[in-house]
């Protein structure tokens, strides 16, 4: 059921329904996020039921604002409190130290606790509507089913699930993909998922380099090499090795999509997508266009390598990952 993230009463009634202790899905500026109150581990495992994902991948707590997200951390060290002043709200995710008394299952009975404040004018309505009724933070994964492409609008989010979730619509999403997410659990902060914060940005509010995951390093289920896959079988080449292929292929009996931003034509047959040429715009529409060119039925998805560039690094992964399955 669609519901109008821009009505007070639509908020209002989606704030009772989280507080109640049932699932409610939700625009973010990143992608639609799969709510349930991060303080009740029974609400918490319908977000795994209804995804199929498994119970000790953790989620991330959504807070309004700073304060709420000392709710659910331990600790809050200056790493945290740097990144949270510069870049919260917005496209950023904190792995830092739980309370261990809050959100266990939210945590997949992990020790730290991965914290969010969205800027979605609708995700914080949201949040403030059910902080009013006493939840600090809401527990949401990406709206999709387990190792499945992440919706970027409510249609999407409706096309996973069944008619019965309240799904509120805040329009297609900004950002596009996944938060960036930083453990700041350790001395030197990790990046452990890009998005479309580059590196130079977060080190220079850091002032240190970030580190890279190693074995002590937390799970991340959004950090598996087979992550945001399409139906279709994805491919990246660079561009010249696309057209001499296409050149090789002729008229195809395949069910073949190209998505470049260089080629201008494509034979007869085989639908080309152009992608953007920059990096924010390709961000904006990518999981729309690989749910689009699934839906067409395309069966194999040759991909244009993006630029080898900071700005790309977000878009390059998600590419990679949805190469890998
Ligand atoms: O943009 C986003 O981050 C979206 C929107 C809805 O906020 N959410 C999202 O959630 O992408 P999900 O569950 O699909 O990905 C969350 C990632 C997973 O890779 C998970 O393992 C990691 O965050 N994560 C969450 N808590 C963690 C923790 N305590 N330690 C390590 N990784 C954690
Ligand atoms: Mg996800």
């Not at 699932?23 to 209804?50: H, K, N, Q, S, W």
């Not at 292929?245 to 190209?258: Q, W």
């Not at 039925?297 to 700005?311: D, F, K, N, S, Y």
């Amino acid at each position: 059921m669609i519901l109008h993230g821009s009505d007070p009463g639509d908020i209002e009634r989606a704030g009772l329904r989280l507080a109640a202790g049932e699932l409610v899905a939700f625009p973010t500026e990143t992608v639609y996020g799969l709510g349930a109150r991060a303080d009740a581990d029974a609400a918490v495992a319908r977000i795994f039921e209804a995804k199929g994902r498994p119970t000790d991948h953790p989620l991330i707590v959504h807070v309004a604002d700073a304060p709420a997200a000392q709710h659910f951390a331990a600790q809050w060290p200056d790493t945290a409190a740097r990144l949270a002043n510069s870049f919260w709200p917005g496209p950023l995710t904190l792995i830092v130290a739980r309370r261990p008394e809050v959100a266990a299952a939210a945590a997949g009975g992990q020790s730290s606790v991965g914290l969010r404040c969205p800027a979605h004018p609708v995700a914080q309505a949201l949040l403030l509507a059910a902080r009013a009724q006493g939840v600090w933070g809401v527990a949401a994964p990406s709206a999709n089913r387990f190792g499945r492409i992440s919706p970027t609008t409510a249609e999407h989010v409706v096309s996973e699930f069944d008619e019965a979730l309240w799904v509120l619509d805040g329009g297609p999403c900004d950002v596009g993909i996944e938060s960036t997410i930083i453990d700041c659990t350790r001395e030197q902060p990790v990046l452990l998922r890009p998005g479309v914060l580059t590196r130079e940005q977060l080190e220079a509010v850091l002032g240190q380099p970030l580190g890279t995951p190693d074995a002590h390093s937390p799970r991340a289920s959004g950090t598996l090499a087979a992550h945001y896959a399409p139906r279709a079988k994805l491919r990246l080449m660079p561009g010249d090795q696309i057209r001499s292929a296409l050149d090789l292929l002729g008229a195809s009996p395949l069910k073949l999509a190209v998505y470049s931003r260089s080629l201008s034509k494509a034979p007869s047959g085989v639908l080309l997508r152009r992608m953007p040429q920059d990096a924010a715009s390709a961000a904006r529409e990518l999981f729309a266009v690989l749910r689009e060119l699934d839906t067409e039925g395309r069966q194999l998805i040759w991909v244009e390598e993006p630029p080898a560039i900071p700005e790309w690094e977000g878009v390059r992964d998600r590419l990679t990952r949805a190469s890998a399955a």
